[in-house]
Structure formats: structure tokens, C-alpha cells
């Protein structure tokens, strides 16, 4: 395992609007994937590729998902930071013998199949941290 493995994979941004979001990006000329909804999450997405990394837009499709929540707790922006491992299981296993406090228990699927779990922004210095396993192509 090299440090190298570890990555920002990407910044999950909260917004109202996908159309209206990526504009910004569209006029920059970033490359902007198609729309996918996450039902799990209540989510519909967008990835933006930012060199290595990528920007991850989130529109609530219901008023009961996270980000939903989110937006009428603290209004449009920056949801969560994604930190790409290169050992999921091993790494859940390490911070929770450190206490960490994860928000929930089990690993979850994304929908393009990556591994991952979020970290409570309580052990994360104010930030939600989502793991997420080495599997970006
Ligand atoms: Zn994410």
C-alpha cells in the first residue's frame, strides 16, 4: 500500500437544480457526465471531471432524501468529501477500533458499483467524509 493510492476522488455538492448547477461547468468547457439517479440515496447525479478528481452535483429527487434534508438545513453547497482508498473493509476496520464514528454501519453499493460508507462529520472535523474503494477507472 503507497500513499498514491489515496486520492480526493470527489467533492459531492448539494444543489436544487442539476441543469441549472452545471452551467458553470458546461461554459468552462469541463466534461460533464450524463444524469444518473440513485435510488438508495434518493439522488439524481451528475460527475464533472476536474483533472483526477471529479465534482459529484446531488439534486434531491424526494423530499425525504439526505439531501433534500440538507438543502433545508443549510442551503446549496459543499455536501461531502471523497477520499478514495485503496482497502474499504480494512479501513472501516481501523477507524472503528479508533472509536471513529461512521454513519452507518455497512459498506453501501453505488450505483457504478464502488464500494463505499460515510464517516460522521463528528470524527471528521466538521466534514461528512465518504470512503470510498479504489475501483475508479
Ligand atoms: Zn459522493
Do not use: W
Not at 434518493?42 to 432524501?65: A, H, I, K, N
Not at 442551503?75 to 468529501?81: A, P, T
Not at 464502488?114 to 470510498?132: D, K, T
Amino acid at each position: 500500500m503507497s500513499d498514491s493510492e489515496f486520492a480526493i476522488d470527489h467533492l459531492g455538492i448539494a444543489v436544487k437544480s442539476l441543469a441549472a448547477a452545471k452551467t458553470i461547468y458546461e461554459t468552462l468547457g469541463l466534461t460533464i457526465s450524463q444524469e444518473e439517479e440513485v435510488a438508495g440515496e434518493q439522488v439524481r447525479l451528475l460527475m464533472v471531471e476536474v483533472g483526477e478528481s471529479r465534482f459529484e452535483l446531488l439534486e434531491p429527487t424526494s423530499e425525504s432524501s439526505p439531501i433534500a434534508k440538507f438543502l433545508n438545513k443549510r442551503g446549496e453547497g459543499l455536501h461531502h468529501v471523497s477520499l478514495r482508498v485503496p482497502d474499504l473493509a480494512a479501513a472501516i476496520e481501523k477507524l472503528k477500533a479508533k472509536g471513529i464514528r461512521l454513519v452507518s454501519d455497512q459498506i453501501k453499493i453505488g450505483a457504478g458499483g464502488h464500494h463505499y460508507i460515510f464517516v460522521h462529520p463528528s470524527s471528521a472535523g466538521g466534514v461528512l467524509l465518504e470512503l470510498v474503494e479504489n475501483s475508479h477507472s
